[in-house]
């Protein structure tokens, strides 16, 4: 198999680990790539800190594009640009989203706020009430066979309430779409320029694109009946889930996240706050801490995980530590929870945030 390693964390060259003096970052991946193929990865797994990363395809996927959709990793970086607007002075995660959107038709705008949407407490209707196709594999307005859809988010995001806002945890695709929507009318730019002029563009991340309904999606997932998912039209999820590209550009962005070059450390603090009363959800991610096999103490974690068809995605960072864990499935994979201390993200965290590390 190949192996990359990323010199520098926002260096656009790669070159082969064998040819680059060791690293800290080695010995761990050399443990958490043991881990990944004993635990049945097949995908891509990427290994990092703050200045290096390696990726190595895992379990015969070699060949295919380099490409993947992120899937519901959109979210956590939509949050990233609301936290950015917070940090200036443009918006603030309490206020009613009709404060910055008065033209937006959404159910209790007056009431609901960008922290609900971002934490799924908003109680407004959710993409997953919509119809299911024959095989259970996927809402069907999200299949290429079924009519495009219209500017402007979902219309099942426009309906009634189902809930008072802050009542209740649902995670919900209509609540980014929303946040997305806010972003655009309090900007004046579309979300896919937002992305790039804000994220993808200053941090050189190559490749990197929200997709539009009808794009291509890069890598194909397959489910556990060996059927693939090239039905999926994956542009059509938006904020909530359209963003596509390489997976090193996605270490590439947790790398700016460590470093604070998105925010300043106050709104990261706060956008990292996991609550405990909703399952420690954060601002479009979960952050919490458990025990790892090898770990002295407790590790805390940032989590966005994504899933799309048959690709899933765990993007997890332990920030005290300063190291990075990336794993892509294009087929079924038993990652498990962490919190069970048993799967395979538990199996490859430990090895990445506890393993003995080269002198």
Request: glycine share 12%.
């Amino acid at each position: 198999m190949k192996r990359t390693l990323l010199l520098l964390a926002f260096a656009p060259a790669m070159a082969s680990a064998s040819a680059a003096a060791p690293t800290p970052l080695s010995g761990m991946w050399e443990a958490t790539a043991t881990a990944a193929r004993v635990g049945g990865l097949h995908g891509q797994l990427i290994v990092a800190d703050a200045t290096a990363q390696y990726g190595e395809e895992i379990g015969g996927s070699m060949g295919a594009t380099p490409v993947w959709r992120w899937a519901s990793v959109s979210k956590q970086i939509v949050a990233v640009l609301v936290m950015q607007l917070v940090d200036s002075g443009r918006l603030s995660l309490d206020m009613p989203i009709k404060t910055y959107a008065p033209a937006l038709k959404v159910a209790n705008a007056d009431r609901v706020t960008l922290r609900q949407l971002l934490q799924h407490t908003s109680g407004l209707p959710n993409v997953e009430d919509g119809p299911v196709n024959a095989a259970g594999t996927m809402l069907i307005l999200f299949e290429r066979r079924s009519p495009a859809p219209g500017p402007g988010i979902n219309t099942i995001c426009t309906g009634p309430a189902k809930a008072e806002p802050g009542s209740r945890f649902e995670y919900n695709d209509c609540d980014t779409e929303i946040v997305g929507a806010v972003l655009e009318a309090v900007t004046g730019m579309s979300i896919d320029r937002l992305f790039e002029a804000r994220i993808f563009g200053p941090l050189g991340m190559k490749g990197v694109t929200l997709l539009h309904p009808g794009d291509k999606a890069g890598r194909t997932g397959f489910f556990a009946d060996g059927s693939n998912d090239d039905f999926i039209d994956v542009g059509r999820f938006g904020a909530a889930g359209a963003v596509a590209g390489p997976p090193s550009e996605l270490a590439r962005f947790d790398q700016a996240l460590l470093a604070g070059r998105l925010m300043n450390p106050a709104a990261r603090a706060e956008m990292w706050r996991g609550d405990p009363k909703l399952g420690y959800a954060a601002l479009g991610q979960w952050v919490y801490t458990v025990p790892l096999k090898g770990c002295a103490a407790p590790v805390e974690l940032v989590e966005r995980r994504g899933n799309i068809g048959g690709i899933d995605i765990r993007n997890v960072i332990a920030p005290a530590l300063g190291r990075i864990v990336i794993a892509f499935a294009d087929k079924p994979a038993a990652f498990g929870e962490p919190w069970q201390a048993k799967g395979l993200t538990y199996d490859l965290l430990s090895a990445a945030f506890c393993s003995k590390v080269d002198p």
